[in-house]
């Protein structure tokens, strides 16, 4: 088979009646952006993988950008052929259903993107969503054992997930909440001026998760460091932030910890900023989608971002990546790359090759022992919990073109340099996992 080029987006949904009333968006057949397939008669079908994501509602554009990401992973492995199975090669089809970021309509994407032959399910921007889509991917792989699926969680990172909940169909690619916060409090600690924070946070698992462990984790490291002030809020319902930078700014906190993201990240630091707070933000998506253009010059050196690499990590293969990504993405509004995603399809992948299989059983046990190496970055699944294990990173912001920031974030003049680097060994956690195996 030899690839082929379009320039062409191809939209390709299939709803049966009982999914009429579900306004799912239709298949987008990523092959189509770049190298893909001719497919002659007889010749193997692509392997389908299923993106269930907002792309609607109050993250859309953090749904967007995880599209594009996964986009160019796809077409990385179909460049080189696809994957290979008994059957002979086979492209990757990425397929996006919108789940408008609310459980209900993720679990019935699920059960589309199923019947319309996809194996692989992807998804991660909400916590909430991946719980329900873990039980979901439970119940449906006993009920049909000859349909099941795996489920690859590139961005929910409730701890829980991997604990309590985990499941031999699941595997998450990002560090999960409490990996994250042990990164950030690495700085914390070495924060000798900060005497308090203000914890915030939205009002669902993920965030009351943040907010949990930032408590537990300042007792620890931090005990001489007040909490001056905890909060949660409705999750992309608040248009004010006004009224929670005003108690912020009042109680004195000269941090906040928040694991905020999206919108609801964007507008907090843009009135924190109008407010007249000089505090430092410690988040965990301070580093893109608006927010750096939003909090302007009043961040720099005060917005710390916890990430599991960052675009001026200082190697040349990190920076051969991350050109090769805006080559491919010109707009500076599309300006969010997200390595652990590039790992995820590369592991996928490698996983397919080594059982020369798409069956989900053989694909999951390939995967629990997968480790990858991408750009520098490296990579390992833990078979114990499928809690994928890799470096970290925190950064902070600085204008583009002061030492160690050659590049900047979204075309904003701001970008993060790399404070802090942790190991995959430092990075990882212990685990509560009682996984059924099959």
């Keep these: 088979m030899q690839p082929i080029w379009s320039s062409r987006e191809s939209f390709q949904g299939k709803t049966s009646l009982k999914n009429m009333r579900r306004r799912v968006l239709k298949?987008?057949?990523?092959?189509?952006?770049?190298?893909?397939?001719?497919?002659?008669?007889?010749?193997?079908?692509?392997?389908?993988?299923?993106m269930i994501e907002g792309l609607s509602g109050g993250n859309a554009n953090g749904g967007e950008a995880v599209f594009r990401n996964l986009v160019w992973a796809v077409e990385r492995v179909n460049q080189r052929g696809g994957v290979v199975t008994a059957e002979g090669r086979r492209p990757l089809q990425l397929d996006r259903y919108d789940s408008k970021g609310q459980i209900e309509e993720a679990l019935s994407a699920m059960r589309s993107a199923i019947d319309d032959g996809a194996r692989f399910i992807l998804q991660g921007n909400s916590s909430a969503v991946a719980a329900a889509l873990i039980e979901a991917v439970n119940k449906h792989?006993?009920?049909?054992?000859?349909?099941?699926?795996?489920?690859?969680?590139?961005?929910?990172?409730?701890?829980?997930?991997?604990?309590?909940?985990?499941?031999?169909?699941?595997?998450?690619?990002?560090?999960?909440?409490?990996?994250?916060?042990?990164?950030?409090?690495?700085?914390?600690?070495?924060?000798?001026?900060?005497?308090?924070?203000?914890?915030?946070?939205?009002?669902?698992?993920?965030?009351?998760?943040?907010?949990?462990?930032?408590?537990?984790?300042?007792a620890v490291q931090r005990p001489d460091v007040q909490v001056a002030g905890e909060e949660l809020h409705p999750m992309f319902r608040v248009k004010d932030f006004a009224p929670y930078a005003v108690k912020i700014k009042a109680s004195g906190a000269g941090a906040v910890i928040t694991g905020n993201f999206s919108t609801?990240?964007?507008?907090?630091?843009?009135?924190?900023?109008?407010?007249?707070?000089?505090?430092?933000?410690?988040?965990?998506?301070?580093?893109?989608?608006?927010?750096?253009?939003?909090?302007?010059?009043?961040?720099?050196?005060k917005v710390v971002a916890v990430a599991d690499w960052l675009p001026n990590v200082q190697t040349a293969q990190s920076e051969?990546?991350?050109?090769?990504?805006?080559?491919?993405?010109?707009?500076?509004?599309?300006?969010?790359?997200?390595?652990?995603?590039?790992?995820?399809?590369?592991?996928?992948?490698?996983?397919?090759?080594?059982?020369?299989?798409?069956?989900?059983?053989?694909?999951?046990?390939e995967l629990e022992r997968t480790s990858v190496t991408f750009a520098g970055q490296q990579g390992a699944m833990r078979a114990a919990d499928h809690q994928f294990q890799q470096q970290l990173v925190v950064g902070i912001m600085e204008k583009q073109g002061s030492p160690g920031v050659k590049f900047d974030v979204e075309g904003s003049g701001y970008g993060f340099r790399v404070i802090r680097s942790i190991t995959a060994a430092q990075a990882e956690l212990p685990t509560t996992c009682k996984m059924s195996r099959l």
Aim: charge should be positive; charged fraction near 20%; glycine fraction near 6%.
């Design 320 to 365: 051969a990546f991350y050109q090769s990504f805006r080559k491919r993405y010109p707009r500076p509004e599309d300006d969010y790359v997200h390595m652990r995603m590039q790992l995820m399809i590369e592991s996928l992948a490698k996983a397919i090759d080594t059982a020369r299989s798409t069956d989900a059983v053989a694909v999951a046990t």
């Design 27 to 50: 298949t987008l057949a990523a092959t189509l952006f770049a190298p893909a397939f001719v497919h002659a008669q007889g010749s193997p079908a692509p392997v389908k993988l299923a």
């Design 264 to 301: 609801d990240l964007t507008l907090l630091v843009k009135a924190a900023r109008e407010i007249g707070f000089e505090g430092k933000f410690y988040t965990f998506y301070g580093n893109a989608l608006g927010a750096p253009a939003a909090i302007g010059e009043a961040g720099v050196g």
């Design 141 to 218: 792989n006993e009920r049909e054992p000859l349909r099941r699926v795996v489920f690859l969680n590139y961005s929910a990172v409730d701890p829980i997930l991997t604990n309590d909940k985990c499941s031999f169909w699941h595997f998450r690619f990002d560090a999960h909440a409490d990996m994250r916060m042990g990164a950030l409090m690495s700085v914390i600690k070495q924060d000798a001026q900060l005497k308090s924070v203000y914890l915030l946070g939205q009002d669902y698992s993920f965030g009351q998760a943040v907010l949990r462990e930032a408590r537990r984790q300042l």
